[in-house]
């Protein structure tokens, strides 16, 4: 352990009766991914995938509040406003190796089953939502924050919201909508719901069964879904083509939620926005999680120079004002150049992962 206690490293792991354990290790942080814990799980999940006295993989959070709140947004707020705003800045080989277990999860080859309790945002989502056996509980807190911030999802989320039901996805990600267990399994975040009060037991249970009779045996019918209850508003207006039609689709609606959600996605960075829509319409037709994540890098390094990321940063973490003042800062302002700008090509600093032919 290099010398730190297991109670001071940021991810313990730990295997035993077939299992290969993971556990996020920064409570005060709600286990918030920086580089190290992203290396030292991709390291562990790479040797167990060779080791057959591991069965099972499972991956857990420390603490009552939840899985994972997401990135370091602080450090990257450091990086961004230094001006250290490429693929070769501290910030860029997080998010390079970030992105890699994102897609190494995404094709595991053994059980991976993540306990999405409590909140999982942003990174917490990629280190979750693609995996095979995701469990939720009436806990859970699910989205996707990113537009708050001036960023644009990315740990391959846009792959996860461009698959959901209808617009459901459009949704959340314009909005920054937070899904409960329901609305996570009826998006397709998550596959099953277990009472917290029965995860020591299942946990338990997974050190002598497999992951499918484990989970069988306390895996209960999940709440009702107020997202796909709202369906029909949700495909009519976000089906458009622009966020500000979408916007206009909403305040024009006659469902109160549709109106409420119009003023929330005008709260956002126009240009995030702008970014969003296009990345979710491309990652729908996208081959495969890896061609979405090379894709995402793109954006995220060049939300990186932005000034919206360090601004939404400084509004909602920093100072704590909640009053970020956005550049372009409506969405009639954000021209087409700019938007094309996040999706320029890096020459040899793309992520690069190979898309395999079939997804």
Known sequence: MSGQSMSEAEVLLEQRDGLGLIT?????????????????????LRAWAEDDAVRTVVVTGAGERGLCAGGD???????????????????????????????????????????????????GVGLSG????????????IGMPEVGIGFVPDVGGTYLLARTPGEIGTHV???????????????????YFVASEDLPALLETLRTESADIAIAKFATDAPDSALAAGRSWIDACYGADSVEEIVARLQAHEAPEARVAATEILAKSPVALKVTLRSLRAARTAPSLEAVLNEEYRVSIASLSSHDLVEGIRAQVIDKDRNPQWSPATLEAVTGAQVDAYFAELGDRELGLATPEVA
């Open 173 to 191: 990600a314009l909005t920054t909508a937070r899904m409960g267990a329901g609305d996570a399994i009826a998006a397709g975040f998550a596959d």
């Open 73 to 123: 947004i602080v450090a990257i707020h450091a990086d961004a406003k230094s001006g250290a705003n490429t693929a070769d800045s501290a910030t860029g080989r997080f998010w390079r190796d970030e992105y890699i277990l994102n897609a190494l999860i995404g094709r595991y080859r053994k059980p991976y089953v993540v306990i999405m309790d409590g909140i999982v945002m942003g990174g």
């Open 24 to 44: 996020l290790n920064r409570p005060k942080a709600i286990n918030a991914l920086n580089h190290s814990m992203a290396l030292a799980i991709t390291d562990a």
């Open 130 to 141: 693609h995996g095979s056996h995701r469990i939720v509980t009436e806990r859970s807190k």
